[in-house]
């Protein structure tokens, strides 16, 4: 009885739909978003610099995200965060190394702007789920950038170039996991990795609450102009 009522009592509006629920996300969403969760994440997990995303960019967990950003609702970072680490935790990716967290950061001005790096936050989420050390301050953006969804991939190379540095509290001894809320084109990880590789650190890949370009190799029925279409949506970082 006791344990209902407090369920009741501390009820906050769901920030997706507006239900009153007792946790972050109301059920009701939370089952709407876990439709678009990836299923054979390590088709993703491959090349240089391997992925590891929670869901597909797109519909509910789009409007999620899109949010969780730009309606101020920073809670949501931390959930996905505890999703994305239950689900790596599931997967068993690199469970034996050890690892530290760093989240792609901000530039000043937006971070200003915004009121929080929604990166940080899914960061410090996972790392709170799993009890992994967190680098939030291992990379530094040190000069702003355009948004990238109506840039060319030459286009984003160039925006970017230079526009990270060495933070602190890096460690040497562990590998370094990068964590974003979206990826696309992959252009901000790696030169993020760029930078951390060339100062001697391991980067092992990149986690993300979710993936903007489908997996064609994956799933040979998606077509070209899907993957399009989700580039030119995808909002600034």
Not at 40 to 58: D, E, I
Not at 75 to 84: I, K, N, P, R
Not at 98 to 126: E, T
Not at 160 to 180: K, M, P, Y
Request: charged share 20%; proline share 5%; net charge positive.
């Amino acid at each position: 009885m006791w344990r209902s009522l407090s369920r009741f009592l501390f009820q906050q509006p769901c920030p997706c739909c507006g239900r009153l629920s007792s946790q972050v996300l109301c059920q009701g969403c939370q089952q709407r978003l876990r439709a678009w969760e990836v299923r054979q994440r390590q088709r993703y997990w491959r090349g240089s610099l391997p992925l590891f995303p929670w869901g597909y960019y797109q519909q509910d967990l789009k409007r999620a995200i899109a949010t969780m950003k730009y309606n101020n609702q920073p809670e949501l970072g931390d959930f996905f965060g505890q999703w994305l680490a239950l689900s790596w935790f599931e997967a068993k990716v690199a469970e034996h190394l050890p690892l530290q967290i760093v989240p792609i950061p901000l530039h000043r001005d937006k971070l200003k702007s915004r009121g929080f790096n929604q990166a940080a936050l899914i960061a410090k989420g996972f790392c709170r789920t799993l009890e992994l050390p967190l680098a939030a301050a291992g990379l530094i953006r040190q000069r702003p950038t355009e948004a990238l969804f109506q840039l060319s991939l030459k286009e984003r190379q160039a925006n970017l170039a230079n526009a990270f540095c060495l933070g602190h509290g890096l460690e040497r001894q562990r590998w370094l996991l990068l964590c974003d809320d979206i990826y696309t084109t992959g252009t901000t990880a790696r030169s993020a990795a760029t930078v951390l590789r060339n100062a001697g650190y391991k980067v092992l890949g990149i986690i993300t609450v979710a993936v903007a370009l489908p997996d064609q190799l994956a799933d040979p029925t998606v077509k070209a102009t899907s993957s399009k279409a989700s580039v030119h949506s995808t909002t600034a970082p």
